[in-house]
């Protein structure tokens, strides 16, 4: 993160190409599409694209296991698409980040295909492994290992035709590169080094922190157990070093482009690390330790209730930790995650308007780079889906089946999936109130949110108190306000159970933000708090503003006298 990286003032917008905007009616969004809606993304704001994956993919996991890295699914289009939404883009002074997702391939990328051939010098550019002795497959008790992948039972799997076995992380469609291998390494920034050449402005690293595995696993040795485990396969000793030459190798803070490195596990320590400016690997990283709160265990399907506290500690946490060097990417969706509104918001028709905008007052207000996820900015929800048949995403049918298996009930499942499945961010975004919500003339790969009628970007857009009002006005707040972009962040009540509480200062500056996380009013206690003699109201929520207590999801921001 350079001190005068243009991205510490830049909001950027995810998009996830297949349910942005469909212009040639096979109900799947596209990248005309996308480039047909860009002036939507120029009216709100945003600075950045971030575009999910659109190259050549079996879409097993959509998009997120790639078979060619140089060419463009014919699902989403061609290159010469790319490079119109490209230079369309770059004409409204808007940058394009790619995803980069290069700890594992497809299982029909060229590479694999040729690795599956123990005599190929591709052979060792992935992770192959005989079985473990007196565990070989077909004897009895000769499970691969007991690491479970994401989407799979297993971390391991079986190749009949080598008799071995190859790690898969995700699902068995997404085998792991090997990093340790240099050709590999080499092949990789070649890649990115003509993405660069192309006109991108950057990447949004998948699971990067993946890359380099513990030393035993990346030492050759056979499978042991649990050594694929995902807890202990992020963050190995040379994650450092491969990120350094990655940047040197490819030129990215030399050409001043913008990286953030998706890190599951990652802490607050190794962000500090990684996004220090002097060690030139990454500007930013997302981390996964806030949307990781309300679960029991390690499973995000073991729902648990989030105390407030708890949400704005951890947030604080990473403010405070990345104060003085490094940098922070704010995020409370994404493609993984259910709408923020449903999560952490209200959204019942009575409180999902305001929630929606303090939710974002919040993010917003922190320090560093704000990430807007499609439809987020129009207070989009979880969708009801209320049976299995509803869901669609590799992750949701694989804890269908491992729980059901498990002999976990039905309406338990259907519960966490309920709050957690994926397929909740994937419905597509809501255009207007016509048919499908104007995303497709066809019929959508998922079906549209049944309250788009109430719910869509026209509508929004020709009312000046919706959620995408709003953040117009927050995204234009970071864009002028020196505070919001730089200000030390101070955490206010901690311990308070509705409030969200916290100052921004820099130099004799002090903007405060005020807001009630609940569905309840609250008493604002006003011995606790800064003197609002003389604050200036910045933005609201609402109207008329009682000085001594916040309605349901009511927020503030206030510049202190
Ligand atoms: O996600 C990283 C990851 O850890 C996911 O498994 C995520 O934690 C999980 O889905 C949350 O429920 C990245 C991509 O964002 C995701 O879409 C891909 O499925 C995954 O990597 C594999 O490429
Ligand atoms: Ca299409």
Same mark, same amino acid.
Do not use: H, I, T, Y
């Given at each position: 993160s350079r001190p005068d990286g243009w991205w510490r003032s830049a909001v950027v917008y995810q998009v996830y190409p297949r349910s942005?905007?469909?212009?040639? !009616?096979? !109900?799947i969004g596209d990248i005309p599409g996308i480039t047909s809606r860009l002036d939507h993304l120029a009216e709100l704001g945003v600075d950045v694209i971030w575009l999910s994956p659109v190259y050549r993919s079996p879409q097993v996991d959509n998009g997120y296991d790639i078979s060619d890295y140089r060419d463009i699914d014919p699902l989403f289009g061609t290159l010469a698409d790319l490079d119109e939404l490209l230079a369309q883009a770059h004409w409204r002074g808007i940058k394009l980040v790619m995803d980069l997702v290069v700890n594992h391939t497809s299982d029909q990328h060229p590479w694999f295909v040729e690795s599956r051939d123990p005599a190929s010098p591709k052979r060792s550019w992935y992770y192959w492994r005989p079985a473990r002795p007196g565990h070989e497959p077909g004897t009895p008790g000769a499970e691969p290992d007991d690491s479970a992948a994401a989407f799979a039972p297993s971390a391991w799997t079986f190749d009949p035709a080598s008799g071995q076995y190859y790690l898969s992380m995700f699902s068995p469609g997404q085998p792991d590169l090997n990093w340790e291998n240099p050709e590999v390494r080499e092949a990789v920034y070649d890649m990115m080094r003509w993405w660069v050449d192309r006109g991108v402005d950057g990447f949004r690293m998948d699971v990067i922190n993946l890359i380099s595995k513990p030393h035993d696993l990346a030492s050759g040795g056979p499978i042991e157990p649990g050594s694929a485990d995902f807890r202990q396969i992020a963050n190995g000793p040379r994650l450092d070093e491969f990120l350094a030459e990655m940047n040197r190798e490819v030129g990215l803070d030399d050409q001043n482009l913008l990286t953030v490195g998706e890190m599951p596990g990652a802490t607050v320590e190794l962000a500090r690390r990684v996004t220090d400016?002097? *060690? *030139?690997?990454?500007n930013m990283v997302f981390t996964f330790e806030h949307v990781s709160l309300d679960q029991a265990s390690g499973s995000k399907w073991d729902l648990m209730a989030l105390p407030l506290p708890a949400l704005k500690g951890n947030l604080a946490q990473w403010q405070y930790g990345l104060a003085e060097s490094g940098w922070n990417s704010l995020y409370l969706d994404n493609h993984d995650q259910p709408r923020a509104v449903s999560r952490f918001g209200d959204d019942s028709p009575e409180h999902r308007v305001n929630s929606a905008k303090t939710l974002a007052t919040v993010l917003h207000l922190h320090k560093g780079t704000p990430y807007v996820y499609q439809g987020e900015e129009l207070g989009m929800t979880n969708s009801p889906f209320t049976e299995i048949g509803h869901y669609v995403d590799v992750e949701s049918l694989n804890h269908h089946t491992l729980a059901t298996a498990m002999g976990t009930a039905e309406a338990e499942i259907l519960r966490s999936l309920a709050a957690k499945s994926r397929d909740h961010a994937r419905t597509p975004v809501q255009w207007n109130d016509g048919p499908h919500a104007g995303f497709t003339t066809g019929v959508p790969w998922l079906p549209v949110n049944p309250n788009y009628r109430d719910i869509n970007a026209e509508a929004a857009r020709l009312d000046p108190a919706s959620v995408f009002a709003h953040f117009q006005r927050l995204i234009a707040l970071r864009h002028t306000d020196e505070v919001v972009r730089e200000g030390r962040f101070e955490l206010l009540l901690p311990e308070h159970e509705q409030l969200w509480v916290f100052t921004r200062t820099l130099g004799d500056t002090t903007l405060l933000v005020l807001a009630n996380c609940s569905s309840t009013s609250a008493e604002l206690p006003l011995d606790a708090l800064p003197s609002l003699d003389g604050a200036e109201l910045i933005l609201a929520t609402h109207d008329a503003a009682d000085p001594s207590s916040l309605a349901p999801w009511e927020s503030r921001i206030l510049r202190l006298a």
């Open positions: 942005f905007q469909d212009s040639n !009616g096979d !109900g400016p002097a *060690r *030139r690997e990454l």
